[in-house]
């Protein structure tokens, strides 16, 4: 009987496999060895697709980043700057969450990975054709990003032990019920994303307000200034409206 042929190594099967080395074990257990032996190949053969471990975990960052939607940006969604803010930053959190140990390489910023780089292309030309100055559509994309990434990094319900013993009312009066908080963690943590995103978007309409409603967008340079570390332009016919004014 003939022996069954093992899977061919690829890109793909790599990548799949070093995301999921670093969401049971983390960034620390990826490497070329650990890698060869849960593919079932030989560790030079890994260099036949990527030349470094930094190169795998920038590829499984992509990975994540290419589950992020942006049909919000499309031209003809509909959506105003600010839903399509929320609306984008929901989606980027959630696939953030499903890998929380790999947010650190994320949080680095796009580099040069296809898939990073359209998200960052996407937000800044939005902003742009909505309206905002390319100064401020740059400052947008990266408060969206420290936002977004610092709300994965961790937890603040699992930051409190689940002991009542260890909030003693005579050190902590106001921490009487901390420690409820571990088990309605997600409960806690949505919360607070939603309370900060609509926060953040509350502060950037009323900046829209007083700045981008006299701002030209026909006047605007093709890209964002050489000084800013924003991406290119968008591709032609990038739209969104306004955001309406709220009450």
Do not use: C
């Not at 603040?156 to 309605?184: K, M, N, S, W």
Request: aromatic share 8%; hydrophobic share 45%.
């Amino acid at each position: 009987m003939a022996r069954p042929r093992k899977p061919l190594l690829s890109r793909e099967r790599i990548i799949e496999t070093a995301g999921a080395l670093v969401d049971a074990e983390g960034l620390a257990a990826v490497s070329t060895r650990r890698l060869a032996a849960e593919l079932g190949v030989s560790g030079p053969s890994l260099y036949n697709h990527f030349r470094t471990k930094d190169e795998i975990l920038e590829a499984v960052a992509d990975a994540v980043s290419a589950r992020v939607d942006l049909s919000m940006f499309e031209e003809g969604d509909g959506r105003d700057w600010r839903t399509a803010l929320y609306d984008w930053a929901v989606s980027y959190r959630a696939a953030l969450a499903d890998h929380p140990r790999l947010v650190p390489v994320l949080a680095v910023g796009p580099g040069r990975r296809p898939a990073g780089l359209r998200v960052a292309d996407a937000v800044f030309g939005a902003m742009v054709r909505a309206g905002w100055p390319p100064a401020q559509a740059t400052h947008i994309g990266a408060l969206m990003r420290y936002f977004i990434t610092g709300s994965a990094l961790g937890s603040f319900a699992r930051g409190f032990v689940d002991d009542a013993t260890a909030y003693d009312p005579a050190d902590y009066p106001h921490l009487g019920q901390a420690h409820l908080l571990a088990e309605r963690q997600q409960r806690v943590d949505e919360g607070a994303f939603e309370t900060g995103l609509r926060a953040l978007l509350d502060g950037l309409a009323l900046q829209y307000e007083r700045s981008a409603s006299a701002y030209d967008p026909a006047s605007a340079p093709a890209s964002a200034p050489a000084s800013a570390p924003a991406p290119a332009s968008p591709p032609a016919g990038t739209t969104l409206r306004p955001a309406p004014k709220r009450p």
